[in-house]
C-alpha cells in the first residue's frame, strides 16, 4: 500500500479501543508468570554472590555445600566452558564470575537443593578466598590514567591513548564546520551535566524454570523479552545446539529493556544438567538490584552557539557512558541521538563507553537517548532563556523535518516532531498561568525504532475463527494490537482472532522485543501474512465457483468476483470457505518471514509544570503532558499507556531514582524502601496527545511508541525545576538535598 492509498484508507476496527484479550487472567491472578511455572521433582536454587566491588577468587570450596543433606548440585565457573567470541563470554561470565569477582553481587557459585531453606544453607557452607582489589564506580574516575582496571584488553583500536584501559569504546557523528559555525552565534553556553545509573524498576523479578535431560534435551522457561535470543546465548554457553533448548516465555511482570539479556538462566540450565532434576531459580529484590543490568550513568559536556533570533549555528556534545565491569553498547545508540531533533549545519557528537566496578548494564527504553537529550535540551532551553526567547518558537525554527540530514548521518523522510511542537504550542497547557516557586519546562525526544527477524502464521480454523502464532512476548498491549490488523485486513470481528506467543521450536526465529519493534514489524508480518491468506481463500472462492483466480478479490471479509465479467455469485464469507476447506485443498493458513526494516523514527514533545518547595528542596510535579507521533495509533488505549508510562520512568529519574554507591564500592539502596520510584500520590494525571503522521514503511503507517516517551522527562524536569529556582540544574536525580544544596540550604 502507498502512502497516497493509506491517508485515503478508512480503518474500521485499527484505532478502537477494544478489551485486552489478557486481561481477565492478570485481574484473577490466572496468568503464569516467570514464578509460577513448576515441575514434578523440582529443586531450588540459590546464588551465591560476591560482597566485594573487586576481588580476586583464589578459591572456591564447595564441599561442605555437596556434603549438605538435600543438596543436588553445586555450579562455578569451572563447569562452564570459554565461549569464542567476546559477547558471548561477556555474558557468561556476568552469569557467573570466572576468576575474580567484578562487582558487589557478581555471582560466584550456585547451588540446586530440595527446598529453599537448604539452598539458603548451603549457600553459607560455600567457603570463597578473596584477595580484595581496588575498585572504581565513577565514569570520570574510571577514565583516568592509573585507575584500577577492571578488565584488560578489551580496548578498541579507534580508542585514543592518554585513558586508562577501562575506556573501550569511541564513538563519533556529525557533520559541518564547528568553528564557522560558532564564530556566528551570538552566545555560546558550555555546561557539564551528570546523570545517576537507574534501574528499569520492574515489579516482577527474573525467575526460571529449567529442565536438562539425559540425552541432552532442555526445556527453560523464563520471564523475558526475548525467548528466541534467550536461546541463542544459553545454547551457546552451554555447548548446545540450538534445536535441542526449547524456550517458552511466560507472562512478564515489567521489562522495559531489563529483560533482553541472560542473568539465571545459564546457571539454571547448568545445575539441572548436574542433578538431573529440574531447577528453578527465582531472584531476590535485593538480586536483582545488585546484579541485574541498570541503566549506564553518564558525564557530558555540551557546547551549542546561537543567534539572537534563535537559529543553532553549531553544536557538539561529548557523551562519557559507564555500563558497568563489561564493554558498554548504549553509548552509540546515546551519541547518535543527542542532537536528533534539530536541523543543524554544525554538529559533532563523540561518545566513550567506559567500565567500571558496577553491574552490567542493561537497555532501559531508548537506551542512552534520554542523557544525552537530557543535557542538549537543558543548554537549548538555558539559550532561549538568556534571548527571552520562546522555546518552543526556538525549536519549530530549528526542527528537524522531511529533507534534514540528521545528526547521525541519514536523511529524513516524513517524521512528526513539527507536528507534535506545534501541538503543544496549541494545547491550553502551554499559555496556562504559573504561581509563585513554580516553573514549566520543555523538551524534544527522540528514538530510532528498529524492525527486525519477524516471523508470523495466521490460521484459519473451520468455524470461521483465526489463530495467530507469533513470537514476540507481549509486554506493551501486542496482542490486541496484532489481532487488530489482523481483522482488519481479514475483515472479520476482533474477537474471532485469537493471538498466542509460541515457544521457540514452534516458529521461526523473532527478534527481542525491544527497540519498539513489535507492533510494526510484527504487525506488518500479521498483515502480510493476512494477505496471503485471503490469497489462499480467494483461490478456493474461485475453485467452487469455477472460474480463475485472479477473478476473485477480497472485501469485508468475504470472497466476490473481482466484476461483472466474473459472473453473478454471492459473497462467500471467510466462515464459509472455511467450513469447507477440507473439500477445496485442506487447511487455509497464511504465513510470512522478514527481516524487517522501515521502522520510521519517532519524535515527541512533553510539557511539565512543577512546584519547588524551597525549605524542604521537594519537587512537586503540578501538571504533565505529553505530545507524541504514533504513526498510526493502533490501539490508543495502549499508545497511551505507552506515553504516561515513559513519562512517570522519566519523572522518577529525574526527581528521585538513583543508585548509591559507598566508598567501599557495594550499593546501599537496593530495596525498594531505599530506592525511590514514583507511585500514584506523587503524580499528577498524564496527559496524552497522539499525533498520527503516518510511517511509510509500515503498510498502516505505525511507528513504534514505547521508548519516545521516556526520552523528554529528564530536559523537561530539569527545565522546570531550573525555571522554579532560579539556578540551573546540571545532575539528575535532582533530590531535595540537591536542590537544597543549589539554593544555599546546605
Known sequence: MSLDEYRKREFKQVGTRVRRPDGVDKVTGRAMYGADATAPGMLWGRILRSPHAHARI?????????????????????????????????????CM????????????AAVAAVDQATARAALKLIKVDYEILPHVTDVDAAMQPGAPVVQEGRVQENVPKGFSDNVTAHFEFGHGDLDAGFAKADRIVER??????????????????????????????????????VRTLCAGILGMEA??????????????????????EPVALMLSKKAGRPVKLVMSRDEVFRATGPTVSSSSDIKIGMTKDGRITAAEATLRYQGGAFPCGTTEFG?????????????????WSVMTNRPKEAAYRAPGAPVAIYAVESVVDELCQHFGLDPLDVRLKNAARKGTKSSYGPTFPDIGLVATLEAAKAHPHYKAPLGPNQGRGLSCGFWFNFGGNTCVSLNVNTDGTVGITEGNPDIGGSRASISLMAAEELGIPYDNIRT?????SSLGYNDVTDGSRVTFAVGLATIKAARDAVRKMCARAAKIWGIDEEAVQWKDGAAVPAGPNAGKFPPMTLAEIAAVSAETGGPIAGHYEVNADGAGVSF???????????????????????????GKAVHPDYVEGQMQGGAVQGIGWALNEEYIYGEDGRLQNPTFLDYRVPVAS?????????????NPGHPYGVRGVGETGIVPPLAALSNAVSHAIGLRMSELPMSPPRILKALGGS
Open 58 to 94: 583464589r578459591s572456591i570450596d564447595v564441599s561442605a555445600a555437596l556434603a549438605l543433606k538435600g543438596v543436588k548440585a553445586v555450579v562455578t565457573a569451572e563447569d562452564f566452558g570459554v565461549p569464542e567470541d567476546d559477547f558471548t563470554r561477556d555474558v557468561q561470565d556476568n
Open 97 to 108: 564470575a570466572r576468576g575474580r569477582a567484578l562487582y558487589d553481587g557478581h555471582a560466584v
Open 192 to 229: 557539564s551535566f551528570k546523570t545517576a545509573a537507574t534501574h528499569q524498576g520492574y515489579i516482577e523479578p527474573h525467575a526460571c524454570l529449567a529442565s536438562v535431560t539425559s540425552d541432552g534435551k532442555a526445556d527453560l522457561w523464563c520471564c523475558t523479552q526475548g525467548h528466541f535470543y
Open 243 to 264: 534445536s535441542q533448548l526449547r524456550v517458552t516465555a511466560s507472562e512478564i511482570g515489567g521489562g522495559f529493556g531489563g529483560k533482553t539479556t541472560v542473568f539465571i
Open 335 to 351: 551519541t547518535q541521538a543527542a542532537f536528533a531533533a534539530y536541523d543543524l549545519d554544525a554538529v559533532r557528537t563523540y561518545g
Open 500 to 504: 498466542i506467543v509460541a515457544d521457540t
Open 604 to 630: 515527541g514533545v512533553h510539557l511539565c509544570d512543577v512546584e519547588v518547595d524551597r525549605e524542604t528542596g521537594a519537587t512537586k510535579v503540578l501538571r504533565y503532558t505529553v505530545f507524541q507521533d504514533a
Open 682 to 694: 506523587d503524580l499528577p494525571m498524564i496527559e496524552t496527545v497522539i499525533l498520527e503522521i503516518p
